[in-house]
């Protein structure tokens, strides 16, 4: 697996790119990723990240509350660590154009930086091999997140 350094616009964060993996145009504050090189269409990969000004209390991990407040509010959720990180992970059913599909979320971050990672799917590709193989890239992809 090679991979590519991806640089936010802005600069504030990376993590390195599964090769085939491009990004897409989606909105402002959120960097859109595809597997490119698949044949058929394997998920969406999103990154939103967000930068909490500085607080008076430097002591307060603004990421670690927001993470605990995910696993709270959301059935199913846990506590994982990725790299270094603390991470609420968790999934959703949801539903878009009469299309079933699979959420898959990550939460990580620390002190005033949160990703909101996700991960969707079409429902029947939940359990197939080649859905397995892309969580394996994108766990790997939020691993590698680095605050620049």
Same mark, same amino acid.
């Given at each position: ?10 600069g ?15 909105d ?6 595809w ?13 939103t ?11 307060? %991990? @603004?990421?670690? !509350?927001?993470?605990?407040?995910e696993i709270? =509010?959301?059935?199913?959720? $846990?506590?994982? +660590? ?37 991960f969707?799917i %079409? @429902?029947?590709? !939940? ?6 193989? =892309?969580?394996?890239?994108? $766990?790997?992809? +939020?691993?590698?997140?680095?605050i620049?």
């Open positions: 697996m090679d991979n590519n350094i991806y640089i936010l616009r802005g504030w964060f990376s993590f390195r790119l599964i090769d085939g993996w491009e990004e897409y145009d989606d402002d504050s959120t960097h859109a990723f597997h490119e090189t698949e044949t058929s269409w394997t998920g969406n990969f999103r990154i990240a967000f930068q909490w000004p500085n607080t008076n209390a430097p002591h307060v %991990d @603004k990421a670690y !509350e927001y993470i605990t407040t709270a =509010e959301n059935a199913g959720a $846990q506590r994982i +660590i990725l790299g270094q990180n603390d991470c609420a992970y968790y999934k959703k059913e949801s539903q878009q154009d009469g299309v079933a599909n699979v959420v898959y979320y990550w939460i990580t971050g620390k002190q005033n930086d949160i990703f909101i990672c996700t969707t %079409d @429902k029947v590709q !939940e359990s197939m091999l080649i859905n397995e193989r =892309e969580l394996t890239s994108i $766990q790997s992809m +939020i691993t590698s997140i680095k620049i």
